[in-house]
């Protein structure tokens, strides 16, 4: 049976409805592209407002849900309270040292050995400045050539510092070892915890093996801007 005049003209309008429907509701999809259905990209605040999110300072207001900001509620003192102490946990610092001297750790070539690590915990993107330092001595009868590195997750991780020291023979030394401290910075970008090791090794395989002493590594961090 042929369909009727009717029968089409309802099937056009369910069409068109359905079209305008979906052409609508893109838009809306881009206008509230946000983490809270109550702050559309067009607030003045939006970027900032988006920073306390990522950065777990804010929450929500609606919980258990947390679908909205309330941007132009009120905010109480226990509110506040909330907001300085995740704020406060938005940054941190860390630190290892070896301050006996007579606790040492040896090069024995070219691989790089361990001398401290620690771990950087940040709940968002932070930036990471870390500070780390060695004492190297090696004997005065040998050249040597070492490298010190401070790198992410393990000696054969991403280094993110570096720093050397060539000694040369000293036969008029009254001593028989030369020592030297080795320093380096570094400032690295994480979105979650992160390992740092600080390293040591020869750089040249001839070089005689060196004994790293007093060492320390830290880290401070903070949300990037």
Same mark, same amino acid.
């Given at each position: ?6 029968g089409r003209?309802? #099937?056009? %309008?369910?069409?068109? @409805? ?10 809306? +999809? ?19 407002i ?5 950065? +777990? ?7 258990p849900?947390n679908?909205?900001f309330?941007?132009? /509620?009120?905010?109480?003192?226990e509110?506040? &309270?909330?907001?300085?102490? #995740?704020? &406060?946990?938005?940054? *941190?610092?860390v630190?290892?040292?070896?301050n006996d ?10 691989? !790089? ?6 771990v %950087?915990?940040?709940? @968002?993107? +932070? ?11 090696k ?6 050539a !070492?490298q010190?590195?401070?790198? #992410? ?9 570096? $720093? ?13 070892t030369? $020592?030297t401290?080795?320093?380096?910075? @570094?400032? /690295?970008v994480?979105?979650a /915890?992160?390992? !740092?090791?600080?390293?040591? $090794?020869?750089?040249?395989?001839a070089?005689?093996?060196?004994? $790293? ?8 961090? *903070?949300?990037?801007?």
């Amino acid at each position: 049976m042929s369909e009727t005049h009717s029968g089409r003209f309802r #099937r056009l %309008v369910w069409t068109v @409805a359905g079209a305008v429907a979906l052409v609508t509701a893109v838009p809306l +999809a881009v206008i509230a592209a946000h983490s809270f259905d109550d702050v559309p990209d067009t607030n003045e605040f939006h970027g900032s407002i988006d920073w306390l999110k990522n950065n +777990a300072v804010t929450i929500g207001c609606n919980p258990p849900e947390n679908t909205e900001f309330c941007p132009t /509620d009120t905010v109480t003192r226990e509110q506040m &309270a909330s907001f300085m102490r #995740r704020l &406060a946990q938005t940054q *941190g610092t860390v630190g290892a040292n070896v301050n006996d001297a007579t606790d040492t750790i040896t090069t024995t070539g070219v691989d !790089y050995v361990e001398l401290l690590s620690v771990v %950087v915990t940040p709940t @968002a993107e +932070a930036t990471v400045e870390l500070n780390g330092h060695v004492t190297l001595a090696k004997p005065t009868t040998d050249n040597g050539a !070492y490298q010190v590195i401070v790198a #992410r997750d393990t000696c054969t991780g991403t280094v993110v510092s570096a $720093a050397g020291w060539i000694g040369a023979i000293n036969t008029e030394a009254t001593a028989t070892t030369e $020592a030297t401290t080795v320093s380096l910075t @570094a400032s /690295d970008v994480v979105t979650a /915890d992160t390992t !740092y090791v600080l390293c040591a $090794a020869e750089t040249v395989d001839a070089s005689p093996d060196a004994t $790293a002493s007093l060492r320390g590594l830290t880290a401070s961090w *903070g949300p990037t801007s």
